[in-house]
């Protein structure tokens, strides 16, 4: 009884804040976990054929800011007034899709992602804010769980959605994280109420400088630097999860086991989410760590009640890396699949705890400046993100840097890839030159250059978190 008599004190502003997150949720996963496979494929199946190191530019700058501006945007919402932030917020966002869908250069391209990014920077601050002002004490636990499944329910449908779509067109992938945006503008001009800000004096730049002075006041506490300094390496190692991840599956798994897999059980669904190919794509296989998370959260939040909030990040990550180990050192998408759990274990376990802990370790009147300032770590570790799935992936694992390593080694003549000769005449060329099918040219690579050695970079970031986070906890708080 005790649930439900919760369930019935929340009020429609509450309900409508979770409905619009959750679109907002699935418009911006949909498009995101297939993102990093839009930049850099090959140009003849729509893509932009880009390279790792400018993927890594756009994602990572663009992420970077997303997670930073939200220190502006805040005090921009508490003067402007919620609803209209919203609204410009899912402009923004719109405009940005449909600019993604339909810029081609590095340059361009760029800029339309940075844009969309200031979109979502102007939405962050606001329907937490708003979870938070229409719970109480009483109400908070639950509200804020209903919260995190909504976030979980639009990162599992939308690019599950976008793993179906991105077979018949990439425009559908833009146009159905367009159209889920849309839908936000329906639910809050007529279900999201206002709040009743409490109006302080001063313009909106006052509030703009007095965000970073707040800023500055909390990071004069050394040890609350330390511990934000370290969770970007956590931050650096789960954002691969969108950055490499896709790129890895696409460029070197071949998915036919795990689809047939589900095909001798459930033919229907293998047939509704696999390819015409018989194979699963990269960004529904990514989808199913948003599913785990819906499945097992509950569990494992209850299982990791019992532990310190210190002590259940280190494990958690410790999980998370294992889960990296699994996903990108072998080809077995089975055991891929079994890695994506396996992540999805460590990131319920230690995600959920970085935010109760900087809230526990806040002083009391200094709560919503420590949340704040908790977004820091995930912008830098989305930066560093970015560079490491950029050059430091090119280099280790990307298929087509290792074949240009080993066509010059065979001293073979090819022509340079260019809109007319794409990526994948290249390698197609270059196999026939060599004498191998596709999946032989695949295979050769895997074999002699070892891709699968990135597994040791993204694990070994989420293992020294673990490791400065002992010596944290150990040394620096001491007891």
């Known amino acids: 009884m005790g649930f439900v008599s919760v369930i019935k004190k929340y009020n429609t502003t509450f309900w409508a804040s979770n409905v619009i997150e959750l679109f907002e949720r699935w418009a ?54 919620y609803k209209r932030i919203l609204f410009l917020s899912f402009t923004i966002y719109i405009t940005g899709f449909y600019m993604i869908g ?30 938070a002002r229409n719970t109480t004490e009483e109400t908070s636990s639950i509200g804020f769980g209903i919260f995190y499944m909504m976030i979980n329910i639009g990162g599992f449908i939308g690019p599950f959605i976008a793993g179906v779509l991105m077979q018949k067109s990439w425009d559908f992938v833009f146009h159905m994280s367009i159209i889920a945006m849309a839908v936000n503008y329906f639910v809050t001009a007529f279900f999201f109420r206002e709040p009743v800000v409490k109006e302080e004096g001063g313009s909106l730049g006052k509030s703009i400088v007095q965000a970073f002075v707040n800023i500055g006041i909390t990071l004069r506490n050394w040890k609350y630097v330390l511990f934000l300094i370290i969770m970007v390496l956590f931050w650096t190692a789960f954002n691969q999860l969108y950055y490499s991840f896709p790129v890895f599956v696409d460029q070197w798994i071949d998915t036919s086991a795990l689809y047939n897999g589900i095909h001798s059980v459930w033919p229907w669904l293998a047939e509704a989410i ?8 990269a960004v529904t ?15 494992v939040s209850a299982f990791v ?10 494990g958690g990550i410790l999980v998370l890396a294992g889960g990296l180990g699994l996903m990108f050192s072998n080809q077995s998408s089975w055991l891929i699949l079994l890695g994506i759990l396996v992540f999805a274990l460590g990131e319920m376990a230690s995600s959920p705890k970085f935010t109760e802990y900087v809230g526990r370790i806040a002083p009391e009147d ?35 840097f290792l074949l240009k390593k080993e066509v010059a080694l065979r001293g073979i003549s090819l022509p340079e890839i260019s809109a007319e000769f794409t990526k994948n005449d290249y390698i ?48 620096v708080l001491g007891k």
Request: proline share 3%.
């Open 28 to 81: 911006w996963y949909g498009f995101y976990m297939a993102f990093a496979l839009y930049l850099v494929n090959s140009k003849d199946t729509g893509a932009l054929g880009l390279t790792q190191a400018q993927k890594g530019i756009i994602m990572g700058t663009g992420s970077m800011l997303l997670y930073f501006l939200p220190v502006i945007t805040g005090a921009i919402a508490d003067k402007v007034g």
């Open 274 to 281: 696999g390819t015409p190919q018989g194979t699963i794509t």
């Open 305 to 314: 009640m019992r532990f310190r909030p210190l002590a259940a990040m280190m």
């Open 366 to 400: 200094k709560k919503a400046l420590y949340m704040g300032t908790s977004f820091l770590p995930i912008a830098a570790g989305h930066q560093l993100a970015g560079w490491l799935s950029g050059g430091v992936y090119e280099r280790i694992a990307d298929d087509l």
């Open 428 to 475: 197609a060329m270059a196999a026939e030159k060599m004498g191998m099918t596709g999946q032989e040219l695949t295979n050769f690579l895997w074999t002699n250059y070892n891709p699968s050695d990135i597994w040791m970079v993204y694990a070994g970031v989420a293992v020294m978190a673990v490791v400065f986070l002992w010596i944290y906890d150990r040394f």
């Open 102 to 131: 339909s810029f081609e250069t590095f340059g361009w391209m760029f800029f339309a992602f940075i844009w969309t990014c200031i979109g979502g920077a102007l939405f962050k601050p606001i329907i937490s804010a708003m979870v």
């Open 285 to 299: 296989l990514g989808s199913m760590d948003a599913f785990f998370i819906i499945v097992f959260q509950l569990v």
